[in-house]
């Protein structure tokens, strides 16, 4: 069992969504818990894994004991057993919460709903576990089909994002596919460590060259980097609450993910910074992203729309700290892979409880909040901490190594973006704190149940414990992962860090 684990994490979802409609045509309700058991069963394998890794080292897993290169090769090591982790528990804790927003927002829908949810998790892992870069397309393509599907269910909206997605998406899996056949092309294999090891004497060649641009291209568009984020605001803000909340946190982080393996694993730092300024780019395309995320979220009144510029900005920290190429931003941007993926869940987890109480996700809509929904409110507050950099919420430590990074590297724009947007973040947080705790109530029509005497005002209309209970332990793990960051570098990510830098 104990060596099965890293492929048992990817199996449970997936036979468990082969299984979903059967159980949804006997009967519907089935589905809930059928969905949450796959996750935590997968979620115990993951952990397997990771306690695995750090105790015995990198796992090989072969399919039908075909060898690699000639074999697909599953290699878990410290990155990918890390990110297998945040993975499973994410989307664990967003299972959890989805059983009553999804059937207010699409009633009628939750078999559908919760076969895609599964699927879209398996791709999730697929891409993290596997070490032959064209399987990693194979689960790309899961992921982005079952995303695609999971959006257009949404608003009104919802169909044209998705659609806008799947086009953007498309181009995107083109160009990385494009990369997969020009490496085979002039190495004749798939198998990433294989790869890392034909090419050093390959770099000089036009084809590897084109190769590693579409790699890039074709991933910055699956992570949404400015310019070519262009699909995911709208995607993510007309989706349901549900499929926000699992793919902002989740897409992105995979994608960085794969782009830190294939700079710094199936090529090498001397080929990045020396014979392509890619690292240089990088850094620069990050500023940009930073800037623009921030001044695009200053000017929105659209809850979740705010967030996904939000999302933006967040993702120019981790490509910086990539961009950076030395210890301490890499060490930032992997640990911002964990903190950004909790502060993303947190926020759309927010988001979804605001739309299931209130009807919807205008920022007038968050009027009286704090009075009506205090837990919700407090996880905000927790997570605004963060996002503004407030020790000893994880936003801080983050921050902290890539701004180490920064100025060892002597890279004083990425420095200052990162500077001023905890300070525009702090604007929003205070901007929405004021209308929550100020405003007056919402007049969104929906009953208040009143509490205590019949003297007091007061009035409490929460989300129900299956939205706040995940909630609240997102923003637990905010804090405790905060507090807890010098152990989780020094036990886990030091040793993900490439050693090649």
């Given at each position: 069992?104990?060596?099965?684990?890293?492929?048992?994490?990817?199996?449970?979802?997936?036979?468990?969504?082969?299984?979903?409609?059967?159980?949804?045509?006997?009967?519907?309700?089935?589905?809930?818990?059928?969905?949450?058991?796959?996750?935590?069963?997968?979620?115990?394998?993951?952990?397997?894994?990771?306690?695995?890794?750090?105790?015995?080292?990198?796992?090989?897993?072969?399919?039908?004991?075909?060898?690699?290169?000639?074999?697909?090769?599953?290699?878990?090591?410290?990155?990918?057993?890390?990110?297998?982790?945040?993975?499973?528990?994410?989307?664990?804790?967003?299972?959890?919460?989805?059983?009553?927003?999804?059937?207010?927002?699409?009633?009628?829908?939750?078999?559908?709903?919760?076969?895609?949810?599964?699927?879209?998790?398996?791709?999730?892992?697929?891409?993290?576990?596997?070490?032959?870069?064209?399987?990693?397309?194979?689960?790309?393509?899961?992921?982005?089909?079952?995303?695609?599907?999971?959006?257009?269910?949404?608003?009104?909206?919802?169909?044209?994002?998705?659609?806008?997605?799947?086009?953007?998406?498309?181009?995107?899996?083109?160009?990385?596919?494009?990369?997969?056949?020009?490496?085979?092309?002039?190495?004749?294999?798939?198998?990433?460590?294989?790869?890392?090891?034909?090419?050093?004497?390959?770099?000089?060649?036009?084809?590897?060259?084109?190769?590693?641009?579409?790699?890039?291209?074709?991933?910055?568009?699956?992570?949404?980097?400015?310019?070519?984020?262009?699909?995911?605001?709208?995607?993510?803000?007309?989706?349901?609450?549900?499929?926000?909340?699992?793919?902002?946190?989740?897409?992105?982080?995979?994608?960085?993910?794969?782009?830190?393996?294939?700079?710094?694993?199936?090529?090498?730092?001397?080929?990045?910074?020396?014979?392509?300024?890619?690292?240089?780019?990088?850094?620069?395309?990050?500023?940009?992203?930073?800037?623009?995320?921030?001044?695009?979220?200053?000017?929105?009144?659209?809850?979740?729309?705010?967030?996904?510029?939000?999302?933006?900005?967040?993702?120019?920290?981790?490509?910086?700290?990539?961009?950076?190429?030395?210890?301490?931003g890499i060490t930032g941007a992997?640990?911002?892979?964990?903190?950004?993926?909790?502060?993303?869940?947190?926020?759309?987890l927010v988001a979804g409880a605001?739309?299931?109480?209130?009807?919807?996700?205008?920022?007038?809509?968050?009027?009286?909040?704090?009075?009506?929904?205090?837990?919700?409110?407090?996880?905000?507050?927790?997570?605004?901490?963060?996002?503004?950099?407030?020790?000893?919420?994880?936003?801080?430590?983050?921050?902290?190594?890539?701004?180490?990074?920064?100025?060892?590297?002597?890279?004083?724009?990425?420095?200052?973006?990162?500077?001023?947007?905890?300070?525009?973040?702090?604007?929003?947080?205070?901007?929405?704190?004021?209308?929550?705790?100020?405003?007056?109530?919402?007049?969104?029509?929906?009953?208040?149940?009143?509490?205590?005497?019949?003297?007091?005002?007061?009035?409490?209309?929460?989300?129900?414990?299956?939205?706040?209970?995940?909630?609240?332990?997102?923003?637990?793990?905010?804090?405790?992962?905060?507090?807890?960051?010098?152990?989780?570098?020094?036990?886990?990510?030091?040793?993900?860090?490439?050693?090649?830098?």
């Amino acid at each position: 069992m104990l060596d099965q684990a890293p492929i048992l994490t990817i199996i449970f979802p997936l036979i468990f969504a082969v299984i979903t409609p059967l159980l949804g045509w006997v009967k519907k309700e089935f589905c809930y818990p059928w969905v949450i058991a796959a996750l935590c069963l997968s979620s115990v394998c993951s952990i397997i894994t990771l306690e695995r890794v750090l105790c015995h080292g990198v796992i090989h897993y072969h399919f039908g004991n075909w060898s690699p290169p000639w074999g697909i090769e599953y290699v878990i090591d410290h990155l990918n057993s890390f990110v297998l982790v945040l993975v499973t528990s994410v989307s664990l804790l967003v299972a959890i919460s989805s059983k009553r927003s999804i059937e207010k927002e699409i009633p009628q829908k939750e078999v559908y709903f919760y076969t895609l949810f599964l699927l879209q998790v398996t791709g999730f892992l697929g891409i993290v576990a596997t070490g032959d870069i064209f399987n990693l397309y194979v689960f790309l393509e899961i992921a982005s089909l079952a995303g695609y599907a999971l959006i257009a269910v949404g608003e009104k909206h919802a169909s044209f994002a998705s659609f806008r997605y799947v086009v953007m998406g498309t181009i995107g899996a083109c160009f990385y596919l494009l990369g997969v056949g020009y490496l085979y092309m002039a190495t004749g294999s798939l198998n990433m460590a294989d790869l890392s090891k034909i090419l050093p004497e390959l770099y000089h060649s036009k084809v590897i060259l084109v190769a590693f641009i579409f790699f890039m291209v074709g991933l910055a568009i699956k992570m949404a980097i400015f310019p070519l984020h262009t699909w995911l605001p709208d995607a993510y803000t007309y989706a349901p609450s549900a499929t926000s909340a699992l793919v902002a946190p989740l897409m992105t982080k995979v994608s960085v993910y794969v782009m830190i393996r294939i700079i710094y694993t199936v090529f090498q730092p001397n080929f990045t910074m020396e014979m392509v300024p890619i690292n240089s780019i990088i850094s620069w395309v990050a500023v940009a992203a930073i800037l623009y995320g921030i001044i695009m979220a200053l000017g929105q009144k659209d809850l979740k729309r705010m967030f996904c510029y939000i999302l933006i900005a967040e993702m120019g920290y981790m490509l910086g700290g990539i961009g950076l190429a030395n210890k301490m931003g890499i060490t930032g941007a992997i640990l911002h892979i964990l903190n950004d993926a909790l502060m993303i869940t947190c926020l759309f987890l927010v988001a979804g409880a605001v739309v299931y109480k209130r009807g919807g996700h205008h920022i007038s809509q968050m009027k009286n909040n704090f009075k009506t929904m205090p837990f919700s409110m407090a996880a905000f507050a927790v997570v605004g901490l963060s996002l503004i950099g407030v020790p000893p919420t994880c936003g801080f430590f983050s921050k902290w190594y890539l701004i180490l990074g920064a100025i060892e590297a002597h890279h004083w724009a990425f420095l200052t973006a990162l500077i001023l947007s905890s300070a525009v973040n702090a604007i929003l947080f205070f901007k929405i704190v004021e209308i929550a705790y100020y405003g007056e109530e919402s007049s969104s029509g929906v009953p208040h149940v009143h509490v205590g005497t019949h003297h007091s005002h007061s009035t409490i209309d929460e989300a129900p414990a299956s939205i706040l209970i995940p909630l609240g332990i997102t923003a637990l793990a905010i804090l405790l992962v905060g507090i807890f960051s010098a152990k989780i570098v020094s036990g886990v990510i030091q040793y993900a860090v490439p050693p090649n830098l």
